[in-house]
T-cell receptor, first 113, second 114 residues
Framework: KAGVTQTPRYLIKTRGQQVTLSCSPISGHRSVSWYQQTPGQGLQFLFEYFSETQRNKGNFPGRFSGRQFSNSRSEMNVSTLELGDSALYLC????????????FGQGTRLTVV | GENVEQHPSTLSVQEGDSAVIKCTYSDSASNYFPWYKQELGKRPQLIIDIRSNVGEKKDQRIAVTLNKTAKHFSLHITETQPEDSAVYFCAASTSGGGADGLTFGKGTHLIIQP
């Protein structure tokens, strides 16, 4: 069965622009979580969606948003990009909310210049 | 919210020896504790997990122990091999509840010396 798929794999954007990242979870998984990974801060929770509803959100500004579609695919959007948003963005899918047995995608490497 | 501390940040062991990585958590409501392995340029991979109703779990050369009273859990790797070299992350969450997703430790860079 196919794993978690994230697109695109790499992105270069300019400060002030916005970006949309996509995540397709493992078939049957209804929970999708997003994480930001940087060398300094490690892996930080952004938000989690389950059955098209945002269950919770980490400590990130409102420029970071997301949504989930009826087929469980999820997108995250970052508006007004800042240099500090450069990071690896990972999504993880699981059967139940809360992160249990979560499987990660390969991530989207975002570089803001 | 939850806070997870992980030690050491770097661990170098001789091939064939054992490695132990330790984590502590702050939220007594946390009940799910996974460990992820991330090789350079790759995604984090779930290698083992433990729930709060269990004190120890083993899977071949890997084991995890949990002490709920002390709020700490550890990863043990025996008979280390070169392919064990990677960054290991511990995490904690309140699975199924009003969770903040997985809260991760900062990671341990495990180096296996030949």
């Amino acid at each position: 069965k196919a794993g978690v798929t994230q697109t695109p794999r790499y992105l270069i954007k300019t400060r002030g622009q916005q970006v949309t990242l996509s995540c397709s979870p493992i078939s049957g998984h209804r929970s999708v979580s997003w994480y930001q990974q940087t060398p300094g801060q490690g892996l930080q929770f952004l938000f989690e969606y389950f059955s098209e509803t945002q269950r919770n959100k980490g400590n990130f500004p409102g420029r970071f948003s997301g949504r989930q579609f009826s087929n469980s695919r999820s997108e995250m959007n970052v508006s007004t990009l800042e240099l500090g948003d450069s990071a690896l963005y990972l999504c993880a899918s699981s059967l139940v909310p809360g992160g249990a047995e979560a499987f990660f995608g390969q991530g989207t490497r975002l570089t803001v210049v | 919210g939850e806070n997870v501390e992980q030690h050491p940040s770097t661990l170098s062991v001789q091939e064939g020896d054992s490695a132990v990585i330790k984590c502590t958590y702050s939220d007594s409501a946390s009940n799910y504790f996974p460990w992820y392995k991330q090789e350079l340029g790759k995604r984090p991979q779930l290698i083992i997990d433990i729930r709060s109703n269990v004190g120890e779990k083993k899977d071949q050369r890997i084991a995890v122990t949990l002490n709920k009273t002390a709020k700490h859990f550890s990863l043990h790797i025996t008979e280390t091999q070169p392919e064990d070299s990677a960054v290991y992350f511990c995490a904690a969450s309140t699975s199924g509840g009003g969770a903040d997703g997985l809260t991760f430790g900062k990671g341990t860079h495990l180096i296996i010396q030949p």
